[in-house]
């Protein structure tokens, strides 16, 4: 913290004798700029609000004017298209996630109200620097959780006055009592509902690692978090080396995935200390086997390189585990492409049905949904044609992208487009004229694409919506949600 830094670098050396005056005055310019940072993040919520308004004002510019299904569409449809595209116009534009975007929307919608309102005063803090970022939208999101004016003009004038000395940790234990004070609504009710939202997720980490968490009921977790620790505590009494940290991850692994495969083995924890019997759920997961999809170098497996393989979801993964993990496999695809451009040859471009070799083919190239910031991986998204069935266009890899749900609504029903190169990067054009180009998952990765001959049928500037095969409905409904649980 204290490293000797040459004073050559700064801009405005210190003295060469500094006194804790100095010092002082020194923490004084930080905070004096903190402030001003402060106040413009006030400025930027009430820009973005500003902003919502106008694009609320301007649905039929956001909309596609030539999809037949939107023109029958009702208001409520319509009015949630024009959302979703104004909302990743902004999400791009700021290179955030569209939750997060959506997330500064609802913070700036629920803060820059008119004077008197419940939110103005914690904007004014905000303005004033008295408050941070973080602070204002922590207020913010309980604020938003409340029923009625009366309740949310509560939480903010209890907890106020407490941002401008609290962390924001600190503020949120204080809003979450000041909350459950103010609630119209019986606590029982509210965590019954809330209890409806339980999920699992997992996101990628750096060096073969990734986050497994899971929301759920208090209760739950703290009982888990417990039987975790006691069960690692146990394994340390009987001599195990591991840290109690290790031990919780390794008891949680071998809990959910013991005897599942050798290589999902990471630890020797007691798996049951408390000596119950598995039952209800707990039991329905352990007779599931575990099913994850790695894409490895044929010469990999062979000894023949070193070259890394592909976890489906995550990225890269060493080329040991791929081998363990093949060794084990219940079952193995073949994937064949050109030698020289990696062009797949194990397709038929006059079908509409995407085959099996090929669609594994573009899981590999793709990774993800390949709308700019989605982390949705391409095993659960659809396989779409950016230049339409219906208009000429093959089933070809140089003609196909990964869609989520969400997104592939969002591209037929909205004013945004998109490009496919030879490469397989896809360009994206908003609805305000913003491009954002996105490049393939690993175009010099094993069984990805290349660079392919161009396609026959050059993608328009605004492509046509997608035609559905014989014998099946429409474009599905969007799926909300861009995470990927």
């Not at 038929?348 to 099996?356: E, K, L, R």
Request: proline share 8%; net charge neutral.
């Amino acid at each position: 913290m204290f490293d000797t830094v040459p004073t050559s670098r700064l801009a405005d050396p210190p003295p060469a004798t500094p006194s804790l005056a100095h010092v002082s005055a020194a923490i004084d310019e930080v905070v004096e700029l903190q402030r001003q940072v402060h106040a413009l993040e006030a400025r930027k919520l009430v820009a973005t609000e500003r902003a919502r308004v106008t694009a609320l004002r301007a649905e039929a510019a956001l909309l596609a004017h030539d999809d037949v299904a939107l023109s029958r569409a009702g208001a409520a449809r319509r009015r949630d298209l024009a959302r979703r595209a104004f909302t990743a116009d902004l999400a791009t534009a700021l290179r955030l996630t569209e939750q997060a975007a959506s997330h500064l929307l609802d913070t700036a919608r629920t803060l820059a109200v008119g004077v008197g309102e419940a939110g103005h005063a914690t904007l004014d803090a905000l303005r004033h620097g008295d408050v941070s970022l973080a602070h204002a939208t922590a207020i913010a999101d309980t604020l938003a959780a409340l029923p009625d004016t009366e309740s949310r003009s509560r939480v903010e004038s209890d907890v106020l006055p407490r941002a401008a000395t609290s962390t924001v940790p600190q503020l949120r234990r204080h809003l979450r009592r000041a909350r459950d004070v103010a609630h119209p609504e019986p606590f029982v009710e509210r965590h019954r509902r809330a209890a409806e939202a339980r999920a699992v997720y997992v996101d990628p980490g750096a060096d073969g690692m990734a986050w497994l968490t899971a929301h759920l009921p208090a209760h739950v977790a703290h009982a888990a978090y417990d039987r975790l620790t006691r069960a690692g505590m146990h394994a340390r009494e009987a001599g195990d080396d591991r840290t109690l940290a290790q031990l919780r991850a390794d008891a949680a692994a071998d809990l959910l995935l013991a005897g599942t495969n050798p290589a999902c083995d990471v630890g020797t924890a007691d798996r049951d200390p408390a000596g119950g019997n598995v039952s209800g759920l707990a039991g329905i997961a352990r007779r599931i086997t575990p099913t994850v999809r790695v894409t490895v170098p044929v010469l990999s497996l062979v000894g023949g390189s070193d070259a890394a393989a592909d976890l489906d979801g995550h990225g890269p993964m060493d080329a040991m585990t791929a081998s363990t993990l093949t060794a084990a496999a219940p079952s193995l695809r073949r994937l064949l492409v050109d030698p020289v451009d990696g062009r797949v040859l194990t397709t038929d471009p006059g079908t509409y049905t995407v085959p099996a070799a090929l669609r594994a083919f573009l899981q590999q190239r793709d990774g993800v949904c390949r709308f700019p910031g989605c982390t949705r991986a391409a095993a659960r998204c659809d396989v779409d044609h950016v230049v339409a069935w219906s208009d000429g266009g093959r089933t070809v890899a140089d003609n196909l992208t990964h869609l989520c749900r969400h997104h592939h609504g969002m591209k037929h029903g909205t004013a945004w487009r998109s490009r496919l190169a030879p490469d397989g990067a896809v360009t994206w054009t908003s609805p305000t004229g913003r491009t954002h180009r996105d490049p393939p998952a690993d175009p010099t990765g094993p069984g990805t694409l290349g660079h392919p001959a161009p396609p026959e049928h050059p993608a328009p500037e605004r492509p046509a919506p997608d035609e559905p095969a014989p014998g099946r409905p429409g474009t599905a409904p969007p799926d909300a949600g861009v995470r990927d649980p």
